[in-house]
């Protein structure tokens, strides 16, 4: 099995973890309402928040690892490539006015075929990083494991795979003040639109995420995603179904 070793950089959209985005308030004695909201690890809000920048490209998602998906299909899944494996490392940074953030990416991939012919593309994804704003710092890291099939497919291919990833988000300017969250997900037979427009277009995947924070509050979420096509799903969590897009 040859084996290819390639150390890269890319310029990729921002990565920012599923939870950099849940920002919360700073806390004064006479502020009593936002003291009760603060103890709270993690609103049903917060949550559908968290889940949806855990779809979105931008934020390196899982419709960014559906592209993924199908970038290396083109490039890996040929006949000539049968029983290869290889991997390949990035390295990004970004800032602007409001974040900085590096991140440690690393692909690497096997192609499985039976008689001569691609039939399964093995995806593993890893990340590992920090991102910083005025108010806190991220430090996370997640691990993506993909089973790309119907490869052969001039229009679309499936995944299946895992998702998990753990953050921990610290307030700046009160250390002592931390949110905590794990967050797990299953794809199931997730329909992948091939390029020049890749995207969703169907599917499902399970959720289960929990969030825990330095007041000792703890919240556990989970439910499951339906995918609609045109960047919208079905999000059922805990029992209650919303409309999301991205």
């Known amino acids: 099995m040859k084996t290819f070793r390639i150390l890269i950089t890319l310029s990729l ?40 920048k855990s779809i979105a490209t931008e934020d390196e998602g899982m419709s960014a690892e559906a592209n993924e998906a199908i970038t290396s299909t083109d490039a890996y899944a040929k006949s000539l490539n049968c029983g290869d494996s290889g991997d390949t490392s990035f390295v990004h940074s970004y800032q602007n006015d409001y974040v900085t953030a590096t991140y440690n990416i690393q692909k ?3 192609l499985i075929c039976e008689n001569g012919m691609p039939v399964t593309l093995h995806l593993e994804r890893s990340v590992e990083g920090q991102s910083e704003t005025p108010q806190a710092t991220t430090e996370g890291n997640s691990l993506t494991l993909m089973d790309v099939t119907h490869l052969l497919s001039p229009n679309f291919v499936i995944v299946n795979g895992t998702r998990d990833a753990a953050h921990t988000r610290t307030s700046v300017e009160n250390p002592d003040m931390w949110l905590s969250t794990t967050m797990s997900m299953n794809f199931i037979d997730i329909k992948v639109k091939r390029a020049p427009d890749p995207q969703i277009l169907a599917g499902e995947a399970t959720f289960v995420l929990e969030a825990a924070n330095s007041n000792g509050d703890s919240r556990t979420f989970e439910g499951n995603i339906i995918f609609l096509g045109d960047q919208t799903a079905v999000l059922t969590i805990n029992g209650h179904s919303r409309i999301i897009s991205w």
């Open 108 to 110: 690497s991939w096997e």
């Open 13 to 52: 959209g921002l990565f920012l973890f599923t939870f950099s985005a849940c920002e919360q308030e700073q806390i004064t004695p006479d502020e009593p309402e936002n003291q009760a909201q603060q103890q709270e690890a993690m609103s049903e809000d917060e949550a559908v928040e968290a889940i949806t």
